[in-house]
């Protein structure tokens, strides 16, 4: 799973733009400028129980085109406390998607004349200062941080495992003889059955008995962890937004290529790849990894965004726009929100939006310090 999404020469996400209308799928902030905006009220709302720090590190983890960062400092800009606070870490590993970011975040590097002065980039949506990053790991330390991670979790690699007679085994990809792929099981313990047991810990036997199949994202537990130990030793909190359940996942890998489900081997690396989020294995290894923060969630993105006002703030774009900006938003707003195909609908049945709001869901993880993050009181 790993390969197939971020190979260096032939990973999906590494050559392509493969968000929006044009591309494999559509997320929420390609649907609506008002997401973004929301995450914005709820950093910015996070920013003041942190005690309002004059710098602050604004991560986020696979930030696609940027739309999201872009429509988040947009709608905060006119708030310069926080803008000004705000250095920002953008963790994404595709040199494609770095440019698109750059380019929506409206970038400027500037050249110092100075040899030994790093140049820094700019962007001029709030006069805020951008850097790139592989990994969480090269983010600098040491300073209060605000971490979202929007359908990130989703595509990272997970690890399957089958009952059989002989206990669970890892469900591993081998080449047949025609030289295409399929799956095996493997004959003996694997690696990840370490986490497979972390898994079982934490579920209740009830819920262990029915299941044939179990999905663990290690690669989740530990990013998790290290957020958790980050958030507990230098302030701050992360936010986290994902397709997913509250409990066990058992078979949920899929393939999605140009908006329609596609078979996980048909030429892999053209399609993207992604799973259930376990919210409560991230709940887990938050709290296991640090004493000093709490979590809150999941709750629903409709329950999250409307909590957070979205409802006022489609009324207050809807009352200066053309009608077809306010078709727009009106669908946006029922994607984010709605459940299920939207009522008003009149175009395409192929068309109609299909609301994202119970299927997602969101989830907070904080500095004990702070409190509670709204909107989870």
């Not at 919210?279 to 640090?290: D, L, W, Y």
């Not at 008003?344 to 609301?355: L, N, R, S, T, V």
Request: charged share 20%.
């Amino acid at each position: 799973m790993e390969e197939v999404l971020t190979n260096p020469k032939a990973g999906f996400y590494i050559n392509r733009d493969v968000f929006g209308a044009e591309g494999d799928f559509i997320t929420s902030p390609e649907v609506s400028q008002m997401f973004g905006e929301m995450v914005g009220v709820w950093a910015m709302c996070l920013w003041e129980q942190m005690g309002q720090p004059n710098r602050v590190n604004l991560v986020e983890l696979g930030p696609g085109r940027g739309t999201l960062m872009a429509d988040l400092l947009r709608g905060a800009s006119k708030f310069k406390n926080f803008t000004e606070s705000l250095h920002i870490h953008l963790v994404e590993c595709s040199p494609t998607l770095q440019k698109l970011q750059h380019h929506n975040l409206k970038c400027m590097d500037e050249n110092n004349a100075n040899d030994n002065v790093e140049e820094r980039t700019i962007s001029s949506l709030a006069g805020t200062p951008v850097s790139w990053h592989a990994a969480l790991e090269q983010v600098p330390s040491g300073f209060p941080t605000i971490i979202v991670a929007h359908e990130f979790y989703d595509a990272l690699p997970v690890h399957q495992f089958q009952k059989t007679t002989r206990g669970w085994c890892e469900k591993l990809v081998d080449i047949a003889e025609d030289s295409s792929f399929r799956f095996v099981l493997s004959p003996q313990p694997t690696p990840a059955t370490l986490f497979l047991l972390q898994r079982c810990k934490w579920a209740a036997d009830k819920e262990l008995e029915k299941l044939e199949h179990i999905e663990v994202c290690a690669k989740a537990m530990e990013l998790t962890g290290a957020m958790a130990k980050r958030i507990g030793s230098d302030g701050g909190g992360a936010l986290i937004i994902d397709y997913g359940l509250n409990g066990v996942v058992t078979d949920s890998l899929q393939a999605i290529r140009k908006h329609k489900f596609v078979d996980l081997f048909d030429n892999p690396g053209s399609a993207d790849l992604s799973a259930y989020v376990d919210f409560a294995s991230i709940s887990h290894s938050a709290e296991e990894a640090s004493e000093r923060v709490s979590v809150h969630g999941p709750m629903t993105q409709s329950q999250f965004l409307g909590s957070l006002g979205i409802n006022f703030r489609v009324e207050s774009l809807l009352q200066n726009c053309t009608e077809e900006q306010a078709e727009s938003l009106r669908t946006g707003y029922w994607s984010l929100v709605g459940e299920g195909e939207a009522p008003f609908w009149e175009g395409p049945d192929e068309q109609a939006p299909i609301g994202m709001g119970t299927r997602y869901l969101a989830m907070a993880i904080v500095n004990k310090n702070q409190g509670v993050p709204v909107p989870f009181e």
